[in-house]
Each structure stands twice: as C-alpha cells, then as structure tokens.
C-alpha cells in the first residue's frame, strides 16, 4: 500500500509542477487535495501515526540518555586511564546495541501500524 501512495503521490506532483494549465488548473488540484485531506478516514489515519509517532519519539531518547548514563558511570570505574576507556567503549558498545534494538523495536510498530491501518 506505501508503494501505491507513494506512486500517487509522486504522479500528482509531476502533474501539478508540469502542468501547462497555469494557476486556475493548480488552485482546482489544490482544492480537490485539500477536500481529500480533510475526509474523515484520513484524519483518524493522521490522528493514529500522530499518537504513534509521539510516544515512539519518547522511547529512543530514554534509551540514549540511559547508554549515556551507562558510560559515564563506566569510566568512573577504572583506575587508569586504559582502564577507564576500555570500560567506557564496551559499555559504549552495549548501548549502541540498546539504541540499534529500541530503534529497530519502534520501526517494527510503525510497519505493524501501517498494515493494520491498510487492512
């Protein structure tokens, strides 16, 4: 389904930027999208990926700011300074992962979301 919005979409700015019909023609084009987006079902759409956006906004930053945390807690831990780098890029090292693994969870409920959405 992204694919066919995304062909509709791109075939609509093609027609509207190559359009020889001049304004008239554009402001109709304009209006007709406006109606479209203002159309019950798209708006529960828009309503739902702006729920879902904000609250899988929050979730990678928590997951940063605890890897920084992490680190910084690392290298308090060593006594010499080769000690304290090693400590700080292994935990360096898992909170990447951490950040790769919330990142990758959230694109996961987004796909979900979207097929649910098209079904």
């Given at each position: 389904?992204?694919?066919?919005?995304?062909?509709?979409?791109?075939?609509?700015?093609?027609?509207?930027?190559?359009?020889?019909?001049g304004r008239q023609?554009?402001?109709?084009?304009?209006?007709?999208?406006?109606?479209?987006?203002?159309?019950?079902?798209?708006?529960?759409?828009?309503?739902?990926?702006?729920?879902?956006?904000?609250?899988a906004a929050l979730?990678?930053?928590?997951?940063?700011?605890?890897?920084?945390?992490?680190?910084?807690?690392?290298?308090?831990?060593?006594?010499?300074?080769?000690?304290?780098?090693?400590?700080?890029?292994?935990?360096?090292?898992?909170?990447?992962?951490?950040?790769?693994?919330?990142?990758?969870?959230?694109?996961?409920k987004v796909a979900?979301?979207?097929?649910?959405?098209?079904?």
């Open positions: 389904m992204k694919g066919k919005i995304g062909i509709a979409v791109g075939l609509a700015a093609g027609y509207v930027l190559g359009a020889r019909a023609r554009y402001e109709q084009i304009k209006q007709k999208a406006q109606q479209v987006w203002e159309l019950d079902p798209v708006q529960k759409q828009v309503d739902k990926v702006a729920e879902f956006g904000k609250s979730a990678v930053p928590s997951v940063v700011w605890d890897g920084a945390k992490r680190v910084v807690k690392a290298i308090n831990k060593g006594d010499s300074a080769g000690e304290k780098i090693d400590n700080a890029a292994a935990e360096g090292k898992k909170a990447a992962d951490d950040v790769r693994k919330a990142a990758e969870r959230d694109a996961r979900d979301a979207s097929a649910a959405a098209d079904s």
